[in-house]
């Protein structure tokens, strides 16, 4: 679940930690760096500066077990060039998905109705996860 805590559990439209949270979920903020923290990329590892545009997203996970609530926030900070390397390499894979042989495949199985059997279901390739 992406979004402040307010919104997901309360409904709230008007989200205090962001203007407009419904509206982005999922995705990041691109925000340039002002202050002197130190914050890392943390897909490369590598030192955000000041000045430099990065992006930044900020997710709220809650569990509820025996009654309580628990409530935890992850940030994560990806600077331009991983961005950049990240859409580049979903746009190959796209490209690439129609020429593939299928040379590594794997069979799923299933449960037969009734038994406690498995029988195979389809063959379906590691690469590009087509069905057949």
Request: proline share 3%; glycine share 6%.
């Amino acid at each position: 679940m992406n979004g402040c805590f307010n919104c997901l559990d309360f409904g709230n439209p008007r989200c205090i930690l962001h203007k407009d949270c419904a509206n982005r979920e999922g995705e990041s903020v691109q925000v340039i760096k002002k202050a002197r923290k130190d914050h890392i990329c943390d897909h490369c590892g590598r030192k955000i500066e000041k000045g430099q545009r990065y992006f930044y997203d900020r997710s709220f996970f809650c569990h509820k077990e025996d009654g309580e609530t628990f409530l935890w926030g992850e940030d994560v900070r990806k600077c331009f060039r991983c961005d950049y390397k990240q859409k580049q390499h979903e746009k190959r894979f796209e490209r690439f998905k129609p020429t593939c042989e299928h040379k590594f495949c794997h069979d799923e199985y299933s449960y037969i109705p009734g038994e406690c059997v498995m029988q195979p279901e389809c063959t379906v390739c590691n690469i590009c996860g087509e069905r057949f």
